[in-house]
């Protein structure tokens, strides 16, 4: 029995140490578990200059979500970046070590002391940290605490009249990585700016470093006397720091302002003439197409060119003001003689070297034939370099107007004229000839009008013995004439506008009513704005072939419904 209770005990000794060396190993891991997901903070550096970049660091050795450290508290002293965050898992000698950490680029603002208060993650916080910020920053050699962006602006005068524009430059060196870079225009009461052209941009070395230079031109109008301030351009940006040697970088704003400029304004000098356009140049050019073979002659017109009725004479009056605005540009009015017909088309305007362009261009028809004189053009202007007036001029034209050439257009049916008691203001008196000698014309004349007489004697006799025949109208047929409305129609198919206008003002419309011409003249005259006029572009020429079409279908059912005369049916048969 005692030997039992022996084997007994024996059999759990075993269990118990099984139990000891389980609880062993359990306490040997505690303070391991103890000391896990301690989280730290470091920084590069502690003391530093106004705007220069430092790095913090916040580990903790467990993997936690990657959201969990909150920067916010940094905002009231610190400028900083988006964080670099990265996780790490290791086994060494058969222990696994888990990390996670955000690396976060930083800088001061102002110059004092400042903390980096304590980060809490998970049931873990970090030390606060003391950063001391001076002026500049002696142990730091890679990062400068003033961006290297320099801003210059140049005027090209300081004194103008008023309604007068200067030109304003404005060069932006850049030395930096720039995001988010704004350039704001110079402002100033009683001026108007507008930018002049594109951005010029350019790359140069300086001290064996390269920048990025870009040139910006406005053009400046002063529209009220007296001295005003001109604000300088402005430059606004963020310039990306410590992207190098960091895990992160973050983004300093920069707003730099260049200086401002007292401008004195003059008014308008009494006694001046005409619209105010005051102007260091101008320039007055004119064409024509095609081209004149006259030369100009001074204080009168070229000698006589020659064009038809109906042929487009084409002139293109150029203008060129230097420090103007376009909205200064002068209307160009001329005042052309009623026998012409002219289309304006929208003015073109550019800019180039302070010059504002503006090029017209009109589209002369003449519609009568004689001697035709288009106008000159005068343009007064104010000269700011001699401070006199001056007055810029363009020859006018006296041509020579043919009557249209019909050689090169489809003839037109002839039309009987309707009668008018009044005499013609230019018409020319016939020449009447007094026949004093009868000569052998009238023995020829009774020879003739024998030979009729026994012709229709011969015919009368034919027609009785065969008087069922009936009148062949193919022995005799009339030749034909192209009709008006087919030749519109064609004209308006060919696309061709001077010719569409010269049969239309040609053809007899008295048959039509009222508003079926309005209608007709209304396209018309919408398709020569189209070709000629200011507002020149497509022209869509099916109503235009819907109402002749509509014309010349009417002319068919007219035809198709004569009836024959009213006494025929009076008129008993023959048999």
Not at 224 to 237: D, M, N, P, Q, R
Not at 414 to 419: C, E, Q, T
Not at 505 to 515: G, I, R, T, V
Request: glycine fraction near 6%; avoid cysteine; proline fraction near 6%.
């Amino acid at each position: 029995m005692k030997r039992k209770m022996n084997i007994l005990s024996l059999s759990k000794r075993p269990t118990t140490a099984f139990l000891w060396a389980t609880m062993l190993i359990i306490a040997g891991f505690m303070p391991a578990i103890a000391s896990a997901a301690q989280a730290v903070a470091t920084v590069s550096k502690n003391i530093v200059g106004v705007n220069e970049v430092f790095q913090l660091t916040v580990s903790v050795d467990a993997n936690v979500n990657t959201n969990a450290l909150d920067l916010s508290p940094l905002a009231n002293s610190f400028t900083y970046g988006r964080p670099s965050v990265s996780t790490n898992t290791a086994m060494i000698n058969g222990v696994i070590t888990r990390n996670t950490e955000w690396k976060v680029a930083m800088a001061t603002n102002a110059i004092g002391e400042f903390t980096i208060p304590s980060f809490r993650i998970g049931s873990s916080t970090t030390d606060p940290i003391v950063i001391q910020s001076l002026k500049s920053s002696k142990n730091s050699s890679t990062n400068s605490a003033e961006p290297d962006i320099k801003l210059d602006t140049e005027i090209d005068k300081e004194q103008l009249y008023v309604g007068e524009s200067l030109r304003y430059r404005v060069q932006i060196r850049i030395g930096e990585q720039i995001d988010q870079a704004a350039l704001i225009a110079p402002q100033g009461n009683g001026l108007d700016v507008v930018q002049d052209g594109d951005d010029r941009q350019a790359e140069t070395v300086i001290n064996g470093r390269r920048y990025i230079v870009i040139t910006r031109y406005y053009q400046i109008t002063a529209n009220k006397v007296g001295s005003i301030l001109l604000e300088g351009a402005k430059f606004k940006g963020s310039v990306i720091k410590g992207s190098r040697g960091f895990g992160s970088s973050l983004s300093l704003p920069v707003d730099k302002q260049a200086q401002n400029l007292s401008l004195d304004v003059k008014g308008k000098p009494a006694g001046y003439q005409g619209l105010w356009l005051p102007t260091p140049e101008l320039q007055l050019e004119q064409e024509w197409q095609p081209q004149v073979n006259s030369q100009p002659q001074s204080n009168s017109l070229p000698q006589s060119s020659e064009v038809r009725v109906g042929e487009p004479l084409t002139r293109i009056i150029t203008l060129r003001i230097k420090n103007a605005a376009q909205s200064s540009m002068p209307n160009l009015s001329l005042q052309y003689p009623g026998s012409v017909r002219v289309y304006d088309e929208k003015p073109v305007y550019s800019s180039n070297d302070g010059f504002t362009s503006m090029t017209v261009k009109q589209v002369i028809i003449p519609r009568e034939h004689g001697q035709l004189t288009l106008p000159a053009l005068s343009i007064n202007w104010w000269n700011t370099t001699t401070g006199q007036q001056e007055t810029s001029k363009l020859d006018g034209l006296s041509i020579n107007v043919l009557p249209g050439d019909t050689s090169n257009t489809i003839s037109m049916p002839l039309v009987p004229a309707l009668s008018d008691p009044r005499p013609a203001e230019n018409a020319t008196p016939t020449e009447v000839k007094v026949v004093t000698s009868s000569g052998w014309w009238p023995w020829t004349t009774a020879l003739f009008a024998t030979l009729w007489l026994i012709t229709l004697m011969l015919w009368l006799r034919a027609k009785k013995n065969a008087p069922t025949a009936k009148s062949a109208t193919t022995s005799a047929q009339v030749p034909t004439v192209a009709n008006p409305v087919e030749q519109l129609i064609a004209a308006v198919k060919a696309g061709q506008p001077l010719r569409v206008q010269t049969y239309y003002q040609q053809w007899p419309k008295q048959h039509l009513n009222n508003e079926l011409i309005s209608q007709l003249e209304k396209e018309v005259a919408a398709m020569m704005a189209a070709t000629y006029g200011k507002e020149k572009g497509a022209w869509d020429k099916a109503a235009l072939l819907a109402l002749l079409q509509q014309v010349q279908q009417a002319q068919k059912n007219k035809s198709h419904t004569i009836k024959p005369p009213a006494l025929q049916s009076l008129v008993p048969p023959k048999g």
